[in-house]
């Protein structure tokens, strides 16, 4: 069994830059593809970036690219998330998941085995 626990959330205004965290426990970090994933109220769960489990490949969706960089130390059990130039649209509570074994890269929402809480990022206008 993991437990991922997410932080970093909170309020910001556009434009702003957060630091989301995701602290893993239970089994070796290192064996699993991290994804982040986003909900926005009244919206489906979206795939936001994902990191191989050497860290070496990332895979960006198109409307974070640029802004948003992950990154992960497996010494730690953490992977991060961070997110420069936040505009209010995605406001949303952000997901920590993770990939045991990998069908798909990159890995779809219904291939993880391991979510967490999620954390609540608020971008105001």
């Known amino acids: 069994q993991v437990q991922l626990v997410e932080s970093g959330g909170g309020l910001v205004q556009a434009g702003d830059s957060l630091r989301l965290s995701c602290a893993a426990s239970?089994?070796?970090?290192?064996?699993?593809?991290v994804a982040w994933f986003r909900q926005a109220p009244g919206k489906e769960r979206e795939f936001v970036v994902a990191i191989s489990r050497s860290g070496s490949s990332t895979y960006y969706a198109d409307s974070v690219k640029g802004r948003f960089t992950i990154s992960r130390d497996n010494a730690k059990n953490t992977v991060y998330l961070q997110m420069n130039s936040l505009k209010p649209e995605e406001t949303a509570v952000y997901y920590c998941a993770l990939e045991l074994f990998s069908s798909t890269w990159p890995p779809g929402l219904r291939g993880m085995d391991y979510w967490g809480k999620g954390t609540l990022v608020t971008v105001s206008s």
């Open positions: 239970g089994r070796t970090f290192s064996d699993y593809v």
